[in-house]
């Protein structure tokens, strides 16, 4: 990625398109066959000659500009993802602070999974200072209730969520730092889009067991997010 401008990781996921389309750039709201909305810093320069894209997968289209000026929103970190259908170029990486991340097996069983044991996930955050991925770079960020502990049943579908967990934490997926619904906090470390399980013997959060639908649904999420079912094989 080194060395690459904005225009040209966008690029790299679009394919030209000859004739101006009669739809309206759904990121600026303007006519496609027109020029886009956004003037801000390293948008102006964009070539002007392929001033529509489509994107190579899902085949949304958009003006280029608008296309640099979101990727120049983001964390820039190579990847890409529609603003329409969510479809993901690249791969997405977050903003998670750093900090640790470890699980065992523990001879329990959790509600609705009484035929094996429980992994149980160990999350660590300390807090910091906002980094330039941050919302207020350079002041400090909280990081409220951790050690975070987080269960799995230990069967199949447990311990692919968890390697596919392991990933999400590398790309720095799990946390993000923002504002928290829970406590209304701003600038403190909250989880980010994918759901745990932080409740053991009871479900008085509805954040614990049994929830027959939870595996599907986190599986769900970490698609989402750009991980899949043989990605975890690399690990
Ligand atoms: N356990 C697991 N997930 C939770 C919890 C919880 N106790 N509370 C909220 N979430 C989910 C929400 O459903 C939402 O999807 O986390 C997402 C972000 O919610 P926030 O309230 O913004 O997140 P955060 O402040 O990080 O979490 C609040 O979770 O683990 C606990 O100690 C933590 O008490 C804190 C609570
Ligand atoms: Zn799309």
């Known amino acids: 990625r080194k ?33 886009s909305a956004y003037k801000g810093p390293g948008v102006a320069s964009v070539s002007r000659a392929a001033s529509v894209g489509r994107l190579a997968q899902c085949g949304h289209l958009y003006h280029l500009q608008c296309l640099v000026a979101m990727y120049n929103n983001g964390n820039k970190d190579g990847s890409l993802q529609c603003p329409t259908c969510k479809t993901i170029y690249g791969v997405k990486t977050g903003n998670q602070s750093p900090g640790k991340m470890e699980y065992h097996v523990i001879p329990h069983s959790l509600p609705g999974h009484p035929d094996c044991k429980t992994i149980r996930i160990i999350y660590n955050i300390p807090p910091g200072i906002q980094g330039p991925e941050h919302p207020n770079p350079g002041t400090p960020f909280t990081a409220r209730g951790f050690p975070r502990h987080c269960y799995l049943p230990d069967n199949e579908k447990g311990r692919k969520v968890l390697r596919m967990l392991l990933v999400a934490w590398d790309r720095r997926l799990i946390f993000s730092v923002g504002t928290s619904s829970t406590t209304g906090e701003s600038d403190t470390v909250i989880w980010n889009e994918i759901h745990h399980k932080t409740e053991f013997g ?31 094989q690399q690990l």
């Open 3 to 35: 060395g690459r401008t904005p225009e040209e990781v966008v690029k790299r996921y679009l394919q030209k398109v000859r004739n101006s389309p009669e739809e309206d750039c759904t990121i600026c709201m303007e006519a496609l066959g027109g020029p």
């Open 202 to 232: 009871s479900n008085l959060t509805a954040h614990g067991y049994p929830d027959y639908g939870y595996i599907d649904n986190v599986l769900k999420e970490l698609k989402a997010q750009g991980i899949t079912e043989d990605e975890e």
